[in-house]
């Protein structure tokens, strides 16, 4: 590795690292609501530690996409590139997750939820909501495009997310509301491997070069529909072979949720996510 390709790779952190800045005032400001160091530093508030937590993640995952994506111009062009698409990135980011809430947890208020009840299971929903809207955008905006391609996989991303979610919630016997409303984690957890395993698969469909609207949205197709199809057979997979002798669902609902039984189930759409990537 010569000197000059070492300088670029600092400045390309450097640059990196004022946006996560700026993602930081950005969410900082959309959300007066709470102030975040007294959630977190003076009234340990977990839900939202994994809240902000899962903002950061999905912000430097979405920034890494966008790093991945400079031309081989001149480093100035490309460092403006880099600018440009992170700050699109950081709105997309923040608007993806105001989208969710509004649309897959409409039913209630997700602040109150997480500054006010402290609900844990709500707060980890949300940081693996941002992770995987994070993985979203990334995929959208990643290698060699332009912003209006990058658009339309995000859009197609949020609205596959979305019915992911739907699905999750129509295939299982309870009621997700109100299973979070009732501050049960171990569905919160679950529910969160669900969005960052799917957000996964399409990040994987939206990522690379754009090279025609046909085959970038076949591909785009192909793995969406994989990963809706295969998402109720991972579930089954888990219940069965994972967690022999006891329905997973039974162990999510009970008196007392089996916070284990959820981290297993959210494990294993992650770790299907990956495997789809690798062999499909």
Do not use: C
């Not at 003076?42 to 790093?67: F, P, Q």
């Not at 400079?70 to 698409?85: A, K, Q, R």
């Not at 495009?145 to 992911?164: E, K, N, P, T």
């Not at 994972?242 to 039984?261: C, F, H, I, K, S």
């Amino acid at each position: 590795m010569s000197w000059d390709q070492i300088l670029t790779g600092f400045i390309y952190l450097a640059v990196v690292l004022v946006l996560v800045v700026i993602g930081k005032w950005v969410y900082t400001a959309l959300h007066r609501g709470f102030v975040l160091r007294t959630q977190i530093l003076e009234k340990d508030n977990l839900a939202m530690a994994l809240t902000i937590a899962g903002y950061y993640l999905g912000l430097a995952i979405v920034l890494g996409g966008v790093v991945s994506g400079p031309g081989s111009g001149m480093l100035t062009e490309n460092v403006i590139d880099v600018v440009i698409f992170g700050l699109v990135a950081i709105v997309l980011l923040n608007l993806s997750g105001w989208i969710n809430d509004k649309i897959i947890f409409s039913k209630f208020d997700n602040q109150k939820e997480i500054i006010q009840d402290r609900n844990i299971g709500m707060g980890a929903i949300e940081g693996g909501n941002h992770v995987a809207v994070g993985m979203i955008t990334a995929g959208a905006l990643s290698g060699e495009g332009g912003l209006l391609s990058g658009a339309v996989f995000w859009v197609l991303g949020q609205v596959g997310l979305i019915v992911a979610a739907l699905l999750y919630n129509k295939m299982t016997s309870f009621d997700l509301h109100h299973e979070i409303e009732r501050d049960n984690t171990a569905v919160g957890v679950a529910f969160a491997g669900v969005l960052i395993g799917f957000g996964n698969i399409i990040r994987l469909a939206g990522e690379g070069d754009f090279v025609s609207w046909t085959q970038s949205l076949s591909e785009f197709g192909y793995y969406a529909v994989v990963g809706l199809l295969l998402l109720p057979l991972v579930r089954l997979f888990a219940d069965k072979v994972l967690l022999p002798g006891a329905r997973l669902t039974d162990e999510l609902v009970q008196d007392v949720p089996n916070v284990g039984a959820g981290a297993i189930e959210a494990t294993t759409y992650l770790a299907a996510s990956i495997l789809i990537g690798l062999t499909l």
